[in-house]
């Protein structure tokens, strides 16, 4: 039987035109243009259908109420559909992957990420090959998991992240090899896929939720920082150097950061690298984080720490669990 497959278009490069004030949505234009596309109705495609929502957006633009939206129109049309095909911008895609990751709890369905770094009316567009491979992954149903399609790798899209602003690779999983890649056929690197899970569920984040992050660099002024670090912030990221480490020169740091944690401010330690894992306690330089009772992200992106954080606040886990949960590996975002 013909695999079926929902395309939900929330917005991005993929479906912009060019205005006078640079590139920018349309409704109603992406539907006609696919509508033209001979590829999409071969007969070897899944039979698709694109639900277009009512507020399309630079990517940069999303909400938690756009993530909810996706999140709820999957749920609604789970039984219908053997995969799912989300086209978004690509500035805050890895954002959306990893926060769809916790809130469709028990994925069962392959929900495939992608976007274009050039418009679909455009001649030299990436919008196609895009478009048309995530179809087909999400039509094959081999990959239960959300997903980053993009420049011919099929990505964990909560190990994904932007590298790129300008090229056609725009994503890599640094700390996680891809899951699949396109060549002539599909090639499915099947012991790195997580298998399915049996009854999606979906948990909303609050939109409500003061959580931080914080870019450490050389000459940093700690005291700049007092004024959010109340005990209204409920978590802090912080991006460190290498393994974990923070300046040690600035003695106004850790009583912030002591102060932060008696106030029940959750606090994760990333790293600025690109690759590799932090280590706290490697060096003294990251020590006192870890007494100040920071967590480690691990090898968590960024993008995946912040909307951990926000899922593990929706299930309403206490401090003590939300710290230790921060580091065990939930939906294959953490190697342990
Ligand atoms: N600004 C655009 C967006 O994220 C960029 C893109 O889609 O490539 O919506």
């Known amino acids: 039987m013909q695999k079926k497959v929902l395309i939900i278009y929330t917005g991005g490069t993929i479906g912009m035109v060019e ?37 399309i957006c630079d990517s940069s633009n999303i909400s938690i109420s756009d993530w909810s939206a996706m999140a709820h129109t999957i749920r609604d049309n789970y039984d219908k559909f053997d995969g799912f095909v989300i ?87 640094p700390n996680f090899p891809p899951l699949a890649t396109s060549a002539i056929d599909i090639r499915y690197i099947d012991s790195l896929i997580r298998p399915a899970g049996n009854m999606l569920e979906v948990v909303d984040f609050a939109e409500d939720m003061p959580i931080a992050v914080l870019k450490i660099f050389p000459g940093i002024q700690f005291k700049m920082f007092e004024n959010i670090m109340t005990e209204n912030l409920k978590a802090l990221v ?63 992106t960024v993008e995946a720490a912040v909307t951990k954080l926000r899922y593990l606040f929706a299930k309403r886990c206490s401090p003590g669990r939300i710290k230790s949960l921060m580091e065990k590996d939930l939906r294959g975002e953490l190697s342990e």
Not at 22 to 45: D, I, N, P, Q, W
Not at 105 to 129: N, W, Y
Not at 256 to 271: E, F, P
């Open 19 to 55: 205005t006078e004030d640079g590139y920018a949505t349309k409704s109603g234009y992406l539907h006609k243009v696919l509508g033209r596309m001979s590829e999409l109705f071969h007969s070897g495609m899944p039979h698709w259908e694109l639900i277009e929502f009512e507020r």
């Open 238 to 300: 912080i991006e460190a150097f290498g393994v974990g480490n923070i300046p040690q020169y600035d003695a106004e740091l850790l009583p912030l950061i002591r102060k932060a944690a008696d106030n029940g401010t959750i606090i994760v330690v990333c790293t600025q690298c690109l690759r590799g894992k932090v280590q706290l306690g490697t060096y003294e330089t990251s020590s006192a984080l870890k007494k100040a009772g920071a967590v480690s992200g691990g090898d968590m």
């Open 87 to 173: 086209l978004h911008g690509t500035d805050t895609m890895a954002y959306t992957a990893s926060a769809l990751s916790f809130m469709l709890e028990g994925l069962g369905k392959p929900v495939i990420l992608t976007g274009a770094q050039i418009p679909i009316g455009q001649a030299r567009s990436d919008a196609r090959d895009n478009l048309i491979s995530s179809v087909i992954i999400a039509g094959e149903g081999r990959v239960p998991e959300v997903c980053v399609y993009f420049g011919k790798k099929l990505l964990r899209g909560n190990r994904s992240t932007k590298v790129s602003a300008d090229e056609m690779e725009a994503f890599s999983s």
